[in-house]
């Protein structure tokens, strides 16, 4: 090959290159999604009073009452007021139904997990709840929530997980993955 060939395809590459940068530079490379703020909790309480309880959650950011990209990109999101491995749930899940009580919003479940983090029960319930800015507050009541006295709080996604045994009524097994927690006083 003549020298005269090698510099005309050293100049389609590096054309080719100076494309694709400037394709990049315009467009951009696509990156995973920012956690939002509300993700992360900075208080919790708990009351409960005459059949009853008030639970509540601040997070460090406004929390999206409608799904936004993140909530649409999880399959679940939520937060739980635990005790030990019962809790009651204020969840988002737009994208299916389990739920009579605003199922493509926020609504409630009482769940059980395992030690792996696996729901191996999930229920029905209604609550009302309450989101301005960072606080969420969940009103319900104790035959709905169940016996519980949660002592932590926490945000969380679930996914679908193989080595999870479904919850009756489910098809498939699913894992809550714990994004940040706090001690209820």
Known sequence: MSSLQ???IT????????TLILAIGLVGIPKALAQPPYNVISDASAEQTDGKMKLTATAEGDI???PDDYIDSVPVFGYAWLDGNEAIVAAIHPTFDDSAQNPKSWHTHPVT???DNCITKLGTSQGGISIKGDIITLQIATKQ???INPDTAA???????DNCEPPEGTDNGLKVTVL???SIP
């Open 180 to 182: 940040s927690d706090v």
């Open 155 to 161: 945000s969380f996604e679930v996914h679908p997980d």
């Open 64 to 66: 999206a009452k409608k």
């Open 145 to 147: 929530a169940g016996n």
């Open 11 to 18: 100049v389609q590459v590096s054309g080719l290159v100076l």
């Open 113 to 115: 997990l395992d030690g």
């Open 6 to 8: 090698n510099n005309n």
